[in-house]
């Protein structure tokens, strides 16, 4: 199963989160999301456990325990969605058409 860690430390390391979750049971691999241009990380990562009941107890164990000065937020993860759009933001631009140029006020 996969699990998603919420609201990590920035200071919490891969090896952090393997000996949180080893107390629960087999961890078969742990990532934590880093920001691709700082290498930081961005504060949420993933544990994949190979039994459910394991992963469950997991869960339950961890969610809302505190890891390095922070609460963890500890849940099943979900599949991302394929409908996500490329891009960032959106919609037609309102205003005036057109456009470009200067101030359009007086010169002095």
Known sequence: MNIFIG???????EDDLQKAFEAYGQVSSVNIIKDKYSGRSRGFGFVEMGSETEAQAAIDGLNEKELKGRKLSVNQARERSNDRRPGGGGGPRRGRPGGGGGGGGRRY
Do not use: I, P, T
Request: glycine share 0%; proline share 0%.
């Open 7 to 13: 609201n990590l430390s920035f200071d919490v390391s």
